[in-house]
């Protein structure tokens, strides 16, 4: 027993250092691309960590600023014109709203967002950190947006900093050339940083570096909150929080199906939430749980809560210690890990196959990634979730049909031959295959216009799924066509709670309480009778006549 809590123990410290080590280049990199300063994203980074791991999820969620977050927020500093006290405000909103989101049932949704948007997602924001960081790898200010990266970039062609180009294009060797079994030892981020800034050192680079690194403790800031204020910034403050919940909820799914646990979402965002308020309390930079800092932590042999915890403790101490160090760090040597850092975001495994790919999941994966590089990346999430749903809508919707068939047997055909006509007294059990739903209603309601002439129609469906309000309309429609036409509707239901929806919206009274049936036999033996009685009616009259 106290072996095995040893061994625990000793994976959780072991897991900390890892992911500390991980983590610092990051925060470092993620601090001076948003504008905030390398030091709020490592405050940031040990702030919400260390509160997340206390109140947070069970297993060792090593959160703090990740690539997609960066994005979000120095968009935000931008449309704010670089004023730290109103970002901080969209900050703090950002984690009561994480706050009231775990009281919910929404946080289950993430599982069901399709992978085309994931996917699209995270290529856009991979390859927006890529170009951001073109301009600080030729040693120029970096850019607030793609558009204005891309058009400094060539701007700047004439005005490269050779040094700067030089110790860039080194880091960049360094990351990618690191072999992945040495990469899980000493990540090939730190070893970068360590060589790149000793050689800029030693060397006399003339480049631009990080300069200053607080090692005090951040001052606590109460953000000046105005009704006017919190209006207008409140559709940032949503923006955020839906970006820092989303890549926690995905991290959580990560670290669950490694761990083989399970994990509550509501906890773990009621976590985020309030570690995301005291960072805004410190003017820290915002974060969520980082898969690549959770994935290394559990892969060194973390299982435990106690590694978040843990991990803010190491990453003190490293600030202190070499906050002389970081000082140094030039930022050709930050934009150089943000370049490799972008690249693994990228959907690689999806890009092998995606000439295999269904047309409709690259449609809406092209429409994300657009959308999310260009204009806006909420918006690309939910244009990606719409195109998505009526994509799904479309093919459930094509899958629906009609089948048919015409019930004949030896008592029928006897009765026919007393009809004035030949066929034209038919029943036909009519079944719904498929999902009966406002994306099918339309196309079922054509189908219909086949089957004019038939008598006695038997309206079949068997699914347990409940109709939407668009159904119900269409199957209202379906039966006032069909009565006007004389036919006379008979409905088989297998669910009960389908015909207490048809009997709240008046349906069953138009056809009729003693003509809905659960059971397809019994519903073709009533017609039968009811056409034998028809024809001995007819009979009569006619040798009566």
Request: hydrophobic share 50%.
């Amino acid at each position: 027993m106290i072996k095995t809590r040893l061994k625990i123990f000793a994976g959780d410290i072991l897991g900390a250092l890892n992911s500390a080590i991980v983590a610092l280049p990051q925060a470092l990199a993620f601090g001076v691309a948003t504008g905030f300063g390398a030091s709020a994203g490592v405050w940031g980074a040990i702030i919400l960590c260390f509160v997340a791991g206390i109140i947070g999820a069970k297993i060792p969620l090593v959160s703090g600023i990740t690539g997609p977050v960066t994005i979000v927020v120095a968009s935000v500093m931008h449309a704010l014109n670089a004023d730290i006290s109103s970002v901080i405000l969209v900050i703090f909103m950002a984690g009561i709203l994480q706050i009231i989101l775990s009281l919910t049932s929404l946080p289950a949704i993430v599982k069901y967002v399709p992978y085309p948007v994931i996917s699209g997602f995270m290529n856009g924001v991979g390859i927006i950190i890529i170009i951001m960081q073109i301009n600080p790898l030729l040693g120029c200010p970096i850019m607030s947006n793609t558009i204005n990266s891309i058009t400094a970039v060539f701007q700047n062609l004439d005005n490269i900093n050779c040094h700067a180009l030089f110790i860039g294009l080194l880091t960049l060797l360094i990351v990618f050339a690191v072999p992945k079994k040495f990469n899980k030892i000493i990540p090939s981020q730190a070893i970068a940083l360590v060589i790149c800034t000793f050689l800029s050192v030693k060397l006399g680079l003339n480049v631009d570096r990080i300069s200053e690194v607080s090692v005090n403790l951040p001052a606590l800031t109460l953000p000046k909150a105005h009704l006017h204020e919190v209006i207008t910034y409140f559709h940032y403050a949503v923006m955020l929080a839906i970006v820092l919940s989303a890549e926690s909820l995905l991290t959580v799914l990560v670290g669950d199906s490694l761990l083989k646990t399970k994990t509550s979402s509501k906890t773990m965002l009621l976590g985020q939430g309030l570690g995301n308020m005291v960072c805004a309390l410190t003017g820290s930079l915002p974060g969520s749980a980082a898969t690549m800092r959770t994935v290394a932590a559990i892969n060194t042999g973390s299982t435990t809560r106690l590694t978040a915890v843990i991990n803010p403790v190491i990453l003190i101490i490293l600030l202190f210690k070499l906050s002389d160090f970081v000082a140094q760090i030039p930022l050709a040597v930050l934009a150089g890990i943000l370049i490799k850092i972008g690249y693994d975001i990228i959907d690689v495994k999806l890009l092998k196959v995606i000439k295999f790919a269904p047309k409709d999941d690259l449609y809406v994966l092209a429409v994300v990634f657009i959308l999310t590089v260009f204009y806006n990346l909420i918006v690309a999430v939910g244009a990606g979730i719409t195109c998505a749903a009526l994509l799904y809508a479309k093919r459930t919707a094509d899958s629906t049909k009609l089948v048919q068939k015409t019930v004949y047997d030896k008592d029928i055909e006897k009765i026919e031959k007393l009809l004035d006509k030949d066929y034209k007294h038919k029943i036909r059990v009519v079944h719904i295959d498929g999902q009966f739903f406002f994306g099918s209603a339309t196309q079922l309601i054509s189908q219909f216009e086949e089957i004019w002439g038939t008598k006695i129609l038997i309206l079949d469906y068997s699914s347990d799924a409940l109709l939407d309000i668009s159904a119900i309309f269409a199957l209202e429609d379906i039966i006032i066509r069909l009565l006007a036409q004389k036919v006379r509707i008979q409905l088989v239901l297998k669910n009960e709670n389908v015909k207490k929806q048809l009997e709240t919206h008046g349906i069953i009274s138009q056809i009729g309480e003693d003509k809905i049936f659960y059971s397809e036999v019994e519903a073709i033996d009533y017609a039968k009778n009811r056409l034998k009685d028809k024809a001995e009616t007819r009979k009569k009259h006619f040798w009566q006549s």
